[in-house]
């Protein structure tokens, strides 16, 4: 690990951008919360979309290939394409030696990610998939009470969330681009579901496939190796994005949306009720983009807070969710 005075520990962290979509303007909006870190450059696939990603957030450099950004001075990359490009552009970025923060979820199942960490450390560098609920200051808010103010051990989890409103081009109803509610909404309750109930031990899974052949909604359960899990995605119907943790001398509600993280109410068995209000600030990116950036300036390859154990079986839990219903994408 580097000294405190060590050049990668003082260093101003220049960010690219491969995919300069939504998830990108977020992760632009919130760097810039995010001391010690400049937006360096950007590329797409579509050269006007990178053009004007960087006209809007005043970024210096627009490239006309992924090799050009790769070869330039940035010191890591965000990857914020659709999941069908996740694996690739991870596997190239760290091979150009650049740290990488991929957007969730980070391949499209396990076999892909094994390789994007085989990479990773190959070449010496730190790679995390970005969830970002963790890092929001109610849900370390929420940590931090139940171990002054107990409610037992968590044995069960409900999260969910089912969005109609979108609309008929939106990628997730895309096969060919990693689409469907599982990959697209799912992989921030498989997180709450792990994180709170530890290991998966078994998944099964009811749903319905929409004409284009992705989950059009689920309904997945769950056992871990400290309880069960319900969660639920889709994009036919609309629901309500809270989330329930239940243990034997209380239960919380963490309010919708729960993976932006505000407010979460306690109900003890002694009927007492504690209510918790945090709210986030540059609109969220900017707290696990800060880790991040603490983790490279440390000199350290992976996050204590998302481990790659837990990308894995985050994405072991979504891959046999949605092959359970027989969706399938192309090269798999």
Same mark, same amino acid.
């Given at each position: ?28 909006? /919130? ?6 870190? #400049? ?9 006007? =979309? ?7 957030? #005043? ?13 330039? /001075? ?6 914020? $394409? ?21 957007? =969730?979820?980070?391949?499209? #199942? ?6 994007? @960490? ?41 999260? %969910? ?28 309750? !498989? ?6 109930? %530890?290991? @998966? ?20 359960? $769950?056992?871990?190796?400290? %309880? ?12 309500? %994005? ?21 407010? !979460? ?16 600030? !540059?609109?969220?990116? #900017? ?29 072991? @839990? ?15």
């Amino acid at each position: 690990m580097p000294s405190a005075d060590a050049p990668e520990a003082q260093q101003e962290i220049r960010f690219g951008i491969i995919g300069p979509g939504r998830a990108a303007a977020r992760f632009a909006h /919130g760097l810039g919360a995010v001391a010690g870190t #400049n937006l360096a450059a950007v590329w797409g696939r579509n050269p006007e =979309k990178a053009n004007a990603f960087a006209q809007r957030f #005043n970024v210096p450099e627009t490239f006309a290939s992924l090799d050009d950004l790769l070869t330039s /001075g940035v010191d890591a990359v965000y990857i914020a $394409t659709h999941p069908d490009s996740h694996a690739e552009f991870c596997m190239r970025a760290l091979a150009g030696h650049k740290h990488v923060l991929c957007e =969730k979820p980070a391949a499209l #199942n396990e076999r892909q990610l094994e390789q994007i @960490l085989s990479i990773a450390q190959r070449h010496d560098r730190l790679f995390m998939e970005a969830m970002k609920p963790p890092f929001f200051p109610l849900y370390q808010r929420l940590r931090e009470h139940l171990q002054t103010d107990p409610i037992g051990q968590i044995g069960f989890v409900r999260a %969910g969330h089912s969005d109609s409103s979108l609309a008929a081009d939106y990628p997730l109803h895309f096969p060919e681009l990693g689409g469907g509610g599982i990959l697209g909404i799912g992989p921030y309750e !498989a997180f709450l579901a792990l994180d709170w109930l %530890g290991a @998966l031990k078994q998944v099964h899974t009811l749903g319905r496939l929409s004409p284009a052949g992705v989950d059009a909604f689920a309904v997945i359960h $769950t056992e871990h190796e400290r %309880g069960f899990a319900q969660l639920h995605t889709g994009l036919d119907l609309l629901s309500h %994005g809270d989330a329930l943790l239940s243990a034997p001398l209380g239960y919380v509600l963490i309010h919708a949306n729960w993976w932006n993280p505000t407010r !979460a109410t306690i109900h003890y068995l002694d009927r007492r009720i504690v209510e918790l209000h945090e709210p986030f600030t !540059a609109g969220g990116f #900017n707290y696990e983009t800060a880790h991040f950036c603490d983790l490279v300036r440390r000199g350290l390859r992976e996050s204590p807070e998302i481990p790659h154990t837990l990308s894995l079986a985050m994405a072991r @839990l979504l891959e046999q969710a949605r092959t359970a219903l027989g969706v399938r994408f192309p090269g798999e």
